[in-house]
């Protein structure tokens, strides 16, 4: 069991070993789960919800925590031999890898692969993904004859009811899972040694961001000062790369060259090391020239959803359920106040 492999280990284990050793020995050590990171898994299940209509006839199986692994596997294998149309979650092992497959249709008696993301376009590691399932399929047994991804049309307008068809794209990308059949096989390798040895002492990265946070980011960032180079304003590779600066044994705001920094980050560091405010009195005037009564002060929340929940909407489309405004019609004048929040579901 120790060499044993789940799809999320794997694709951990592409990012950082050590994410990977972390996951498989302690869970306990992740970040805990923000709202933001909440709703998103939440959206992924409406997706995912949504996609399975597009598999008229299909079964969704039962994954809860009660019933064992080797139970799933093989209540996904009697499924197939009943020549289910589409089994959505089924469960699937082979050389100690486990994964589930969001939607696994039969056509003609093959079997077509389809994995389902919240995205609005086709990414590298859903590739890697797909690679992952289409091995431990093909090596179950089950005659894959493609593999896709089922992703969200940001260009799809609402008009009533939501129409699956027109909602999501899906690109086959079956050439690319095969040609990564042996990239697959070699990384499970270096994995099940991994796993089979102590935790690997890998340093902070870029990989610890991109593509997406690691799950231990707050265990293995902790012992950095704070703030540290890594909290420079930016992105990894915008302006200088902060991730450089670290590995060179630049930590500390003290040790930072100010030349090689864009200005934002040289105020930032600035204000971090001598207490101070940074104030552009004439950038401040300018705007101030700029304004003239009525004067009004907006403020307006808005919130996304991959499935628009309005006709006439898309996607992701940024959707305002709120706003507060004050008015002042002229100088010396009291203010006016006018504001709208939107009932749940209206």
């Known amino acids: 069991m120790n060499s044993y492999l789940s799809k999320s280990l794997y694709m951990n284990g592409l990012k950082c070993h050590k994410a990977l050793y972390l996951q498989k020995y302690h869970a306990a050590l992740k970040n805990p789960i923000t709202e933001d990171q909440q709703m998103l898994f939440n959206n992924a299940e409406e997706v995912n919800e949504a996609a399975r209509l597009l598999f008229p006839g299909g079964v969704l199986m039962n ?6 692994i080797p139970y799933q596997i093989n209540d ?31 056509r003609n ?6 994995e389902v993301k919240s ?29 896709s991804v089922v992703f969200i049309n940001n260009q799809y307008v609402r008009n009533g009811k939501i129409e699956p068809g027109d909602l999501f794209l899906i690109q086959d990308i079956t050439d690319i899972v095969k040609g990564k059949q042996g990239y697959v096989v070699s990384e499970i390798n270096k994995m099940k ?24 980011k707050g265990y293995c960032w902790q012992r950095l ?13 915008s302006g200088v790369n902060k991730f450089d600066m670290y590995r060179n044994g630049i930590v500390h705001f003290e040790e930072i060259n100010l030349q090689t920094l864009s200005e934002g980050q040289r105020i930032q560091v600035t204000v971090e090391l001598n207490h101070e405010n940074v104030l552009n009195h004439g950038a ?34 940024q959707t305002p359920f709120q706003y507060s405004i ?17 009932e749940s579901g209206s």
Request: proline letters at 6%; one cysteine or more; glycine letters at 6%.
């Open 225 to 237: 000062p704070k703030p540290s180079v890594l909290d420079l304003k930016g992105r990894c590779y």
């Open 63 to 68: 994954n809860n925590g009660n019933l064992s």
């Open 326 to 342: 004050h008015v002042i019609p002229n100088e010396g004048a009291e203010s006016v106040h006018y504001e709208f929040l939107a």
């Open 119 to 147: 995205t609005t376009e086709v990414k590298d590691q859903h590739k890697d993904d797909v690679a992952l399932q289409y091995y431990v399929l093909t090596g179950a047994e089950i005659k894959v004859e493609s593999a």
């Open 109 to 114: 008696g093959l079997f077509h692969l389809y």
């Open 76 to 106: 996904t294998a009697r499924k197939i031999k009943r020549g289910t149309p589409a089994i959505f979650e089924g469960s699937f092992s082979f050389n100690d890898v486990f994964t589930r497959v969001d939607i696994l249709a039969l």
């Open 284 to 317: 401040i005037s300018q705007f101030l020239g700029t304004l003239h009564y009525p004067l009004v002060y907006l403020d307006f929340e808005t919130f996304m959803h991959p499935i628009p929940f309005y006709s006439g909407c898309r996607p992701y489309q």
């Open 193 to 216: 040694q991994v796993l089979m040895g102590q935790m690997p002492a890998t340093d902070i990265g870029e990989y610890c961001l991109i593509p997406f946070e690691c799950d231990f």
